[in-house]
């Protein structure tokens, strides 16, 4: 009996250990600066695809005169609904977006984005599909996450480099994995429920909507039960096994391209908004911390090259390219009386007393569409 006990103690203790190492496990943010970065570029483009039409739909004379949604459904736009808060809140929303990406005040950027996502889509439901709804849930998790410890300018303020990373725990991280699980599931069980899904004919009725494609699907496909039985149920295959078997390391790179190819083929054929594009933030989410930081150090020493002056410039004698600085004047005398020059902390950037300053060379359809991935 102590034998067992024992044995029981030890079996508890390494449980507990293991969910202690998964959710709080300290490692470098890479993953997460590279999340924050790609969302903020997506929610960059999302926010510029509002344009066009924001007073249309989202001002008071639009299509939706007044909110739909319930009046215990919060937003800034409930309570600002004129055409000029609408404004507001967008280039709020756009520079929020925009100081995401570069991670300047991340944290505020991001409950920002989050207030502002929830206020335009609680502001007009009718346009908003899957992938606005998984923007708004990717939105919460940024907003909670430590999201500037990594590639940002938040870390060039504070330890002195954009590209340096602290240790942060990871449950942030898992949280969008166990999102990317909780998508693929709920899908196919949901599909499942559905009589063209079972019968494998569903592809093809999508492929059919001439209104979200954006070029006509040849008929032998479409007309063809066999390729349609292919294409249908073989959707529910991958995105059960992204589902499943993200969580096996030596699976996750296949299930993950296949997820990748899937997603790819629907957005070059299909007008659903972002919502590819969203589940791709989330699969970085599975990127290891040390690949994360082997492309955040790529990306670093491709810009130090690109800074760098061109050697064949300067062997051509063409002294005076935009690409080469100027040859200083010399000194002047310094005589023992006059103090001697100072480095002081603008350094390089210090503007010359003479000539000129060569220029330097810069570094480098809102549709409603469908619930789910391949649906």
Not at 130 to 149: C, Q, T
Not at 270 to 276: D, K, Q, R, T
Request: proline share 7%; net charge positive.
């Amino acid at each position: 009996m102590t034998t067992v006990l024992a044995r029981a103690g030890r079996s508890g203790r390494r449980a507990a250990d293991g969910w202690h190492r998964f959710w709080f496990a300290l490692e470098p943010a890479y993953t997460l600066g590279l999340v924050r970065i790609a969302f903020g570029l997506l929610m960059t483009a999302w926010t510029l695809s509002l344009y066009p039409a924001l007073a249309d739909l989202f001002g008071p004379q639009g299509v939706v005169p007044r909110p739909p949604t319930a009046d215990f459904t919060w937003s800034v736009l409930r309570l600002f609904p004129d055409d000029r808060a609408v404004f507001i809140a967008w280039i709020l929303l756009l520079v929020a977006s925009l100081a995401l990406t570069v991670g300047w005040h991340s944290r505020l950027a991001a409950v920002l984005v989050f207030i502002l996502v929830i206020s335009f889509e609680r502001r007009n439901p009718f346009v908003m599909n899957a992938g606005d709804v998984l923007l708004r849930i990717e939105a919460l998790f940024i907003a909670l996450a430590p999201s500037g410890a990594a590639l940002s300018l938040d870390q060039r303020r504070r330890a002195g480099s954009f590209w340096h990373a602290e240790k942060r725990a990871m449950w942030p991280i898992r949280l969008m994995q166990i999102q990317v699980s909780v998508i693929y599931v709920s899908t196919v069980i949901a599909k499942l429920h559905g009589e063209t899904w079972q019968e494998g004919t569903a592809v093809a009725y999508s492929l059919r909507q001439r209104d979200l494609l954006f070029f006509t699907t040849p008929t032998w496909i479409t007309d063809t039960l066999v390729i349609s039985n292919v294409l249908s149920w073989g959707t529910l295959v991958i995105e059960l096994a992204i589902g499943l078997m993200v969580w096996n390391r030596r699976w996750r790179p296949w299930v993950l391209a296949a997820g990748v190819a899937l997603h790819v083929s629907i957005l070059f054929s299909m007008a659903i908004g972002l919502f590819s594009l969203a589940i791709f933030v989330l699969y970085l989410a599975f990127l290891p911390s040390e690949r994360a930081r082997a492309i955040a150090d790529a990306a670093a020493a491709w810009l130090r090259r690109r800074r760098r002056p061109h050697v064949d410039d300067i062997q051509s004698g063409d002294i005076t390219c935009a690409r080469t600085p100027p040859t200083p004047p010399l000194p002047e005398p310094v005589s023992a009386s006059q103090p001697g020059p100072r480095h002081t902390a603008e350094g390089r950037h210090a503007k010359p007393r003479h000539g000129r300053v060569s220029p330097r060379p810069l570094a480098g359809a809102r549709v409603a569409g469908l619930g789910h991935a391949g649906e």
